[in-house]
């Protein structure tokens, strides 16, 4: 009966208790037999080489080997690889760890960022510092695409970038292979949702560690998970489905920093930073930058109040921000008193003018409530066609100056941008009488944590000023359409509801037609 190989652990253990020079011996024999030997470590480091997944985040607590998994993938399985930091300082750690796998730097081009490896392999280091610095890839050909710390790219990036995927052998497998531990900001929120169904505790259909799921997009451009690998009709085009998983490492998985000491180091850090890198928990407290307008927690808990009235109170306001194409969406926040229903939206393509964007707005009013419009830009022209029909329409120019101060009555706001979301603010305030309840949306919780704000002095004394729209959009990767049409509800001028005339009744008409004033007639315009 033949006896099973020793796995890796086994390995590790009888080298570890090998007299030292016997031990150097086996090293020089095993460099001399091959430089470039990798293997992965059993356990998760193993299963996410050998997975399936078109889409592979593979991670969460610190010490996993999440980095190792990149490198050897690109030594051992890919062909033409690139592996990406976001800035391109942090690539130093990737050279030096590659090239104590190699035992030099033989093949490495330290300008370009291009190491050539044994077997014909070719591995690119690249960096992305700037939101829109994912052009500099664009076109060039990959078949394996990693992301190390992934949580520190945005959305838009990390899309962009993987939407390049390509190779001209058709016998190597294409694959994305991310590694990160959990968001230390609300920039990296948008990782918790693309992978919801391992990172969402609330989501209704949670996935199991390394299990396949598929997904589009679809026509509103947004991820839609589908039941298999099979091709699906999404509107009148058919779509090739993607596979993603999440697989989780923590430093106990990996036996050679277990022999460091490391996992002592990381039980020392503060929470919720322990949490995190100790053991990978996504779901404790995130630290906001210092100058962030909205605290990430007074969001999260007006998202955990909402809950969905058996009647719905009166609408009292919409807010709308149209869009007319690309990645962006056009956006309808309703407001209900201190409620919010949840949002609405469509593609930009298909909002593409003023009237198509005010037909997706008006069957959504109700009660003559107030309709909030971005009108800068498509925004103009939906406000055009909303006056036409009657609405109750109030346009919204972020950059037009704010008569209003904060509710302590110490500052002024820089402009109407500022102030519609300091006012928004302070209703998500928790100390509030009666604070806000917003509908669970990971998208929207993006959108109102990404606004940083600043003290400025104006004419009149210190004012609040905050991001630009443009700005949000390079912090997120995307437009915040859904933030901002929550925000333009909070507008200080927006008229009050616009009552319906009362439908009268046949004693009104005979009162009116022996009214002295009644002229004798009837008037059918108030029939």
């Known amino acids: 009966m033949m006896r099973a190989p020793p796995s890796v652990a086994e390995l590790l253990e009888r080298m570890q208790a090998m007299p030292p020079e016997q031990a150097a011996a086996i090293d020089a024999l095993l460099s ?38 990149l490198l050897g993938l690109s030594l051992t399985a890919q062909e033409r690889s690139i592996i990406f930091r976001r800035e391109a300082v942090q690539l130093i750690g990737l050279e030096e760890r590659m090239t104590e796998i190699l035992g ?46 992934v949580c520190h790219f ?17 016998d190597v497998r294409q694959r994305v292979v991310c590694a990160g531990n959990p968001p230390t900001d609300a920039t990296g929120e948008w990782v918790k ?40 009709m999404v509107g009148s085009e058919l779509m090739q489905p993607k596979s993603r998983t999440f697989i989780p490492s923590r430093v106990d998985d990996n036996l ?33 930058p210092v100058w962030q307008l909205i605290p990430t927690e007074w969001v999260k808990a007006a998202q955990a109040r909402w809950k969905e009235p058996e009647k719905k109170p009166q609408m009292t306001a919409i807010g709308f921000d149209p869009s007319r194409g690309g990645r962006d969406k056009s956006s309808a926040a309703r ?118 704000y600043k003290v400025v002095t104006m004419g009149k004394g210190a004012a609040i000023q905050i991001n630009s729209k443009d700005e949000i959009r390079e ?17 200080a001028d927006l008229p009050t509801p616009r009552a319906k005339p009362r439908k009268r009744s046949l004693q009104d008409r005979l009162s009116q037609l022996s009214s002295p004033r009644g002229g004798g007639h009837w008037d059918q315009s108030t029939a």
């Open 256 to 288: 050679f920093l277990m022999s460091t000491g490391y996992k002592a180091q990381l039980q020392t850090l503060p929470e919720p930073l322990r949490s995190q890198m100790l053991r990978g928990d996504f779901n404790a407290g995130v630290s906001d």
């Open 335 to 452: 407001r209900h008193g201190n409620w919010f229903d949840k949002l609405m939206t469509a593609p930009g393509v298909i909002t593409k003018d003023g009237p198509t964007a005010a037909g997706f707005v008006t069957p959504l009013v109700r009660d003559g409530a107030p309709i909030a419009v971005d009108s800068i830009g498509i925004g103009s022209s939906a406000l055009d066609f909303l006056v036409g029909l009657g609405l109750n329409v109030h346009p919204v120019v972020g950059s037009e100056a704010s008569s209003l101060m904060d509710k302590a009555g110490q500052l002024h706001f820089r402009n109407k941008r500022a102030e519609m979301y300091w006012r928004l603010r302070e209703a998500l305030d928790p100390t509030h009488t009666d604070p806000i309840a917003l509908p669970p949306d990971t998208e929207l919780l993006g959108d109102l944590t990404a606004p940083r």
């Open 154 to 170: 945005t959305e838009g990036q990390f899309r962009a970038l993987i939407g390049w995927m390509r190779t001209d052998n058709p």
């Open 32 to 69: 001399d037999i091959d430089p470039v030997i990798w293997v992965p470590q059993d356990g998760p480091q193993r299963q996410a080489y050998e997975s399936e997944a078109d889409i592979l985040f593979y991670g969460g607590a610190a010490g996993g080997g999440k980095t190792e998994i």
């Open 475 to 491: 912090i997120l990767g995307r437009s915040p359409d859904k933030g901002d049409s929550v925000a333009m509800t909070f507008v």
């Open 193 to 232: 949702r693309y992978w919801a169904p391992w990172l969402d505790p609330h989501h209704p259909n949670p996935a199991k560690s390394g299990e396949l799921r598929w997904f589009v997009t679809n026509e509103k451009g947004d991820d839609q998970e589908v039941p298999g690998p099979d091709p699906v």
């Open 104 to 149: 030099s730097r033989n093949g490495y081009n330290g300008q370009d960022h291009v190491w050539r490896l044994p077997g014909k392999r070719v591995l690119e280091l690249g960096s992305v510092k700037e939101p829109g610095d994912w052009t500099k890839y664009q076109g060039r050909p990959h078949d394996f695409k990693g992301f190390d710390e």
